[in-house]
């Protein structure tokens, strides 16, 4: 078993044929997209990086318990396995299911957010801030200082910095501080983790000032694994005891079962106050389904009890994770930039780096996220300004510190080989990077989470990439 590769703990039972294009034919479907690899169809895709999100594969287990769905409007068998999964693995008392982590976020917001009121956190996250802003709040970025380095190799970058959150609270006061928004591996940092000691430190302090913690439990079964390899004294601890210590030093939680458990669909809610829990629900039965259901099909919650299950199992998240060093230790010998160190879910490439003739102003992320389509049928994301969008107070736009692209890798679904052909075409667009003369202006903005229906042209007719 190679160590920088092991064996997948799997053997492929059934395929799904992908499509290989020209360029020309690319081109032309950059084009029509708008030049946003997310207008994109499918089938004019190779390999699909834009994100883990519903895009893993199943387990035969799953798809099984598809079969054993119960569609009951009202007190579905299904929601109490789901439920007692949650129990398990996530400890919360309270679980409320929805349609997906974003349905989550909704209900989170509209019970928890008021117009003035400020939310802390550990770096946003697109669909997260756009409730949180869309309910009156405005969002605090309290990361630590490394998270916005791509080259620091912090083992803990998604790490609230108290200092940052004690000023916050100190200024604008606890009782307008209605939760700290806390990721378990942060995306736009680059699926950097939290440490068990920073979170203990945080609970101590959101305690002393009554402020709930409510975690984004997408990938927090990463967040464990980087625990056990990273932090001293947890070695030798299962991913699920891990797990659960992360739940317990919170009050409640958000979740995408889309990531972690393997699922196409699905999310939940969870809290241990019973009265948070009942306004949640009474919101849930107004904009997802019943509170037994949330908008999920019984048979969508059976496979999520059991990707939860699948999802703490160390040969699982072991070759999840370094499926992904893969990638990125591929990049870093060729001397792409990338974020360090490598986070559980992407790969993220420095863009203003790799672009660093192109200004903030033409997009180098969207850019580049173009350009690597065009040579080789690579979808990724761009999490730079495009994603980051504009101050609501200003009109202006936000230019965060990291300006990267994300190379997501789906759980169970590509190969080495797929990953080889990923890095090759990379290192070959950087050692060509010369030649992308010119970014990337609007051409249509939506006025909210405008990464995914903007339209771009090049600002020059000079042509885009050679």
């Not at 990049?331 to 672009?355: K, M, Q, S, T």
């Not at 202006?396 to 890798?409: H, I, N």
């Amino acid at each position: 078993m190679s160590a920088s590769h092991p064996a997948e703990p799997w053997r492929i039972k059934m395929v799904e044929p992908l499509r290989s294009t020209t360029r020309d034919q690319r081109a032309q479907a950059l084009r029509e997209a708008g030049y946003n690899i997310s207008l994109l169809r499918s089938e004019d895709v190779y390999i699909d990086l834009y994100t883990d999100s519903g895009t893993s594969a199943m387990s035969d287990r799953q798809w099984a318990a598809l079969m054993i769905g119960d569609e009951a409007y009202a007190g579905a068998r299904s929601f109490y396995r789901l439920e007692e999964a949650v129990h398990r693995y996530y400890g919360y008392e309270h679980v409320i299911p929805t349609h997906q982590g974003r349905g989550a976020e909704n209900i989170l917001s509209r019970c928890l957010v008021r117009p003035g009121t400020h939310v802390p956190g550990n770096m946003y996250f697109t669909t997260t801030r756009a409730h949180q802003e869309l309910n009156g709040a405005v969002f605090h970025d309290v990361i630590i200082d490394q998270a916005h380095d791509p080259v620091s190799d912090h083992p803990f970058k998604g790490d609230i910095d108290l200092a940052k959150l004690e000023r916050l609270i100190h200024e604008v006061g606890a009782d307008l501080i209605p939760y700290v928004s806390l990721a378990a591996t942060v995306n736009m940092a680059g699926g950097q983790p939290i440490s068990m000691a920073g979170l203990t430190a945080l609970r101590d302090l959101t305690q002393r000032h009554g402020i709930p913690i409510i975690l984004d439990a997408a990938r927090a079964v990463e967040n464990a694994w980087f625990i056990k390899q990273r932090e001293p004294g947890w070695d030798g601890r299962a991913i699920a005891d891990i797990l659960r210590a992360i739940c317990d030093l919170t009050d409640g939680a958000a979740m995408s079962a889309k990531k972690d458990s393997y699922a196409n669909i699905g999310g939940w809610l969870a809290f241990r106050a019973p009265d948070l829990a009942e306004r949640a629900r009474n919101l849930v039965v107004l904009y997802e389904g019943l509170h037994t259901y949330g908008g999920m099909a019984g048979r969508d919650m059976e496979a999520v009890a059991q990707g939860i299950a699948e999802s703490v199992q160390e040969d699982n998240i072991r070759t999840r994770v370094q499926q992904v060093a893969y990638l990125g230790q591929r990049l870093a010998v060729a001397g792409v930039p990338i974020v360090r160190p490598v986070g559980g879910h992407a790969v993220c490439v420095d863009a203003a780096a790799f672009l660093p003739h192109l200004p903030r102003e033409q997009f180098p992320a969207q850019t580049l996220a173009a350009v690597l389509y065009l040579d080789s049928g690579v979808r990724s994301t761009e999490r730079g300004a495009v994603s980051a969008g504009r101050d609501p107070a200003t009109g202006l736009d936000r230019f965060p510190a990291l300006e990267l692209v994300r190379l997501t890798v789906p759980r169970r679904t590509y190969t080495q080989s797929h990953m080889d052909l990923v890095a090759d075409s990379l290192i070959h667009v950087f050692r060509q990077r010369a030649q992308i003369i010119c970014g990337l202006s609007f051409v249509h903005e939506p006025p909210t989470l405008r990464f995914f229906q903007a339209r771009f042209a090049p600002v020059s007719d000079a042509p885009f990439f050679e």
